[in-house]
C-alpha cells in the first residue's frame, strides 16, 4: 500500500466518517484490516487503481472514490465477473463478514428483473442493519465503492453507469479498431465514425448501382445465374421458397407500391429444391433488375471506376 | 451471424436476407418507371438509398427493433397502411423527457457522444443511454450487412 494506515484515519476523520468502533479495529490490526476491507471493493477496478497510486490526500482531491469503505452495501449483482481475484477473496473471506456486518447497512432494492435495475424500485429502498444475506430472491444489492454517497440517487446512477459501459464494451467487440482506443470518449468517437462511413458506403454503393445498371444491358446474356449467385458468397445455393414466402407474408406490401407478384408466380410454378429451378429464379430476378435501369444519361461515376 | 455477446441479443439474419429484400426493392422499382426517364441522376440515387434502407430494415427484423421501427414509419409518412406496426403499451412522453433532462447531469462525456448518435441512429430521439448503445449495436450489424449485400451486387455487375 502506498498510504499509510495513520494517513488515511486522519482523512477519515476530517470527512467524520468514522465511528470508534471502526477507529479501533483500525489502529488493532492496522494493514491487515485495510487489506480486508480492500476486497470488499466492487468490480470496478479503476477506481482502486487510481486510488493505488496517490501519494498524498487531502480534502480537496477528487478521486477518493474508492479509498476508503463506507458502511453501507448496495449490492449490485455477485461479483462473478471480475476477472480481479479480489472478488474470489470476497466471498471466501468469511471473518470478513463477521466483523464488517456490524458496520454495514444494507440497501435492498426490489427489481423486476436482475438486467433491468435498480431504477425502477426506488421506492422499495429500505435501509436495514443486517447480519443476514440477501432475504427475497428478487432484491438487487448493490455494494458501494468506498468514499461515495450512499444515497439512492448516486447508487443507482452508479449502477446506471455499470449498464452502460457493459454495453459498450460489447459495443467494442462489434466495432473493429476499438480496442486501441482505450477511455469511453475515445471508443463513443470512434463508434460514431464508424456509423457515419457505413451510411457513407451505403450512400456510395447506392450511386454506383444506380449508374452501373443502365450500361449493363448488353452484358446480359453473358451474366449466366450461377455466377449471380456466387457473387453472394456464402449464400445457400438453393433458395428455399419457405423463407421467401413467409417474408412476403410479413412485410405483404412493399412501401412503393404493391408488391411485384410476377415474380413470386413465376418461382410458384417450379418444383421447390431443384437446383436449376432455384437458378431460374435467380435469373428471372436478375433480368428484372437489369431491365428496371433504362437510361441515356451518363454520370460522373465512370471517372470512379 | 450469430452475435457473441451474452447480455444483448444482436442477432443478425443470414446475408441472403438482406439480399432478397434488397433484390425485392429494386425490382419494385422498376415498377414505378422511374428509371425510363429520370430528371436528375440525384433523384434515382436517392431512390435507390431509400430502397436500401427499407430493406434493410425489413430483413434485419421489421418492426421488431427501435431503429427499424423509426425507419420504417420514416418512409411511409403518409400511406401507413403498408407496414404494421404492433401496438405496444406505450411509455408516456414526458417521462422520456424528464429522463433526459437529468441525463445532461450524468458523464456529460458519455451523453454528448450520445446525443451525437442519437442523430445518426434512426429513432434515437427517444431512447435512453442504456437503450441507444444496444440499438446502435444492432444497427452496426444490419448496415455492415447490407454494404456486402451491396457490395457483392456491385462487384457481380460491373463490366469485366
Redesign the interface.
Known amino acids: 500500500m502506498d498510504l499509510s494506515v495513520l494517513d488515511r484515519l486522519k482523512w477519515l476523520q476530517q470527512q467524520q466518517l468514522v465511528s470508534p468502533e471502526f477507529l479501533q479495529i483500525i489502529g488493532s490490526d492496522g494493514r491487515e484490516e485495510l487489506k480486508r476491507v480492500e476486497t470488499y471493493l466492487g468490480n470496478n477496478n479503476d477506481e482502486l487503481q487510481s486510488f493505488r497510486h496517490f501519494q498524498e490526500f487531502g480534502p480537496d482531491y477528487d478521486t477518493i472514490d474508492g479509498c476508503i469503505s463506507r458502511t453501507s452495501s448496495f449490492h449490485m449483482e455477485p461479483v462473478k465477473n471480475n476477472e480481479d481475484n479480489r472478488a474470489i477473496a470476497l466471498h471466501n473471506k468469511r471473518k470478513l463478514e463477521g466483523k464488517t456486518e456490524q458496520r454495514e447497512k444494507k440497501k435492498k432494492i426490489k427489481a423486476e428483473d436482475e438486467?433491468e435495475s435498480s431504477m425502477k424500485g426506488k421506492s422499495n429502498m429500505s435501509n436495514t442493519e443486517t447480519s443476514s444475506e440477501i432475504q427475497k430472491p428478487d432484491y438487487i444489492h448493490v455494494r458501494a465503492r468506498r468514499g461515495e454517497a450512499t444515497d439512492r440517487h448516486s447508487l443507482a446512477?452508479r449502477a446506471?453507469?455499470e449498464?452502460?459501459s457493459?454495453?459498450?464494451k460489447?459495443?467494442q467487440?462489434?466495432?473493429p479498431g476499438c480496442n486501441k482506443v482505450t477511455g469511453?470518449?475515445g471508443m463513443?468517437?470512434e463508434?460514431?465514425n464508424?456509423?457515419?462511413s457505413?451510411?457513407q458506403?451505403?450512400?456510395f454503393?447506392?450511386?454506383?448501382?444506380?449508374?452501373?445498371?443502365?450500361?449493363?444491358e448488353s452484358?446480359i446474356d453473358e451474366?449466366s445465374a450461377k455466377?449471380?449467385q456466387a457473387?453472394?458468397?456464402?449464400?445457400?445455393e438453393a433458395?428455399s421458397k419457405q423463407?421467401?414466402m413467409a417474408?412476403f407474408r410479413?412485410?405483404?406490401?412493399?412501401?412503393?407500391?404493391?408488391?411485384?407478384y410476377s415474380?413470386i408466380n413465376a418461382n410458384q410454378t417450379t418444383s421447390l429444391g431443384a437446383k436449376d429451378q432455384t437458378s431460374s429464379s435467380w435469373e428471372t430476378?436478375s433480368q428484372?433488375?437489369y431491365?428496371?435501369?433504362?437510361?441515356d444519361?451518363v454520370?460522373n461515376f465512370f471517372s470512379l471506376? | 451471424m450469430a452475435s457473441a455477446d451474452k447480455t444483448i441479443n444482436t442477432d443478425v439474419p443470414e446475408k441472403d436476407v438482406f439480399a432478397i429484400h434488397f433484390l425485392q426493392s429494386l425490382s419494385n422499382l422498376r415498377t414505378q418507371n422511374l428509371f425510363n426517364s429520370p430528371d436528375t441522376t440525384n433523384y434515382r440515387v436517392r431512390k435507390i438509398k431509400k430502397a436500401a434502407y427499407v430493406s434493410m430494415a425489413r430483413a434485419a427484423g421489421g418492426t421488431s427493433r427501435l431503429w427499424s421501427r423509426a425507419l420504417l414509419r420514416r418512409a411511409t409518412k403518409g400511406n401507413n397502411k403498408i407496414v404494421r406496426f404492433p401496438r405496444k403499451k406505450r411509455k408516456v412522453t414526458w417521462k422520456i423527457s424528464s429522463k433526459r433532462r437529468r441525463s445532461d447531469q450524468r458523464a456529460p462525456v458519455v451523453e454528448e457522444a450520445a446525443e451525437r448518435l442519437r442523430n445518426l441512429v434512426p429513432g434515437g430521439g427517444g431512447m435512453e443511454t442504456s437503450k441507444l448503445m444496444e440499438e446502435t449495436a444492432h444497427y452496426i450489424k444490419c448496415l455492415s450487412m447490407q454494404v456486402k449485400v451491396m457490395q457483392c451486387l456491385v462487384d457481380g455487375l460491373s463490366p469485366k
Do not use: W
Not at chain 1, 448501382?209 to 443502365?214: D, G, K, M, Q, T
Not at chain 1, 457473387?231 to 445457400?236: A, D, H, N, V
Not at chain 1, 410479413?250 to 411485384?260: A, C, K, M, R
Not at chain 1, 431491365?291 to 437510361?295: D, G, I, Q, V
Open positions: 438486467t446512477e446506471r453507469r449498464k452502460i457493459k454495453k459498450m460489447c459495443l467487440d462489434i466495432v469511453k470518449a463513443l468517437d463508434i460514431i464508424y456509423v457515419q457505413l451510411q458506403q451505403v450512400e454503393l447506392s450511386m454506383k448501382l444506380s449508374v452501373i445498371n443502365p450500361e449493363l452484358h451474366l455466377q449471380f457473387y453472394f458468397t456464402g449464400l445457400p433458395v423463407s421467401m417474408d410479413y412485410f405483404p406490401l412493399h412501401q412503393q407500391g404493391s408488391l411485384d415474380v430476378n428484372c433488375l431491365n428496371s435501369f433504362r437510361t444519361s454520370s471506376k
